[in-house]
């Protein structure tokens, strides 16, 4: 991920790409986590949560700021 495309990432809050939705939330550390999900998972119950063992289709953490 370049730089530019994680500051526009978190100036917009949510961003779409031809394959993924990228959100930001802000962090316990007072910087930004940046989550990803599949645009083929969005409105399914994958969206509920985080990638794990049980959502292996859940949001992806794909970059943190301090």
């Given amino acids: 991920m370049t730089k530019t495309f994680m500051e ?3 100036n917009e809050g949510t961003v779409d790409t ?3 939705r990228y959100h930001c ?3 316990n550390n007072g910087g930004y986590t940046i989550k990803r999900i599949a645009k083929n998972m969005l409105d ?3 969206t509920c949560s985080d990638k794990s ?3 292996p289709d859940g949001w ?3 970059a943190e700021t301090k």
Wanted: glycine share 6%; proline share 0%; hydrophobic share 35%.
């Fill in 60 to 62: 992806e953490i794909v």
């Fill in 53 to 55: 063992g049980t959502n």
């Fill in 44 to 46: 399914t119950t994958a």
């Fill in 8 to 10: 526009k990432i978190i």
């Fill in 25 to 27: 939330i802000e962090n």
């Fill in 18 to 20: 031809q394959n993924y």
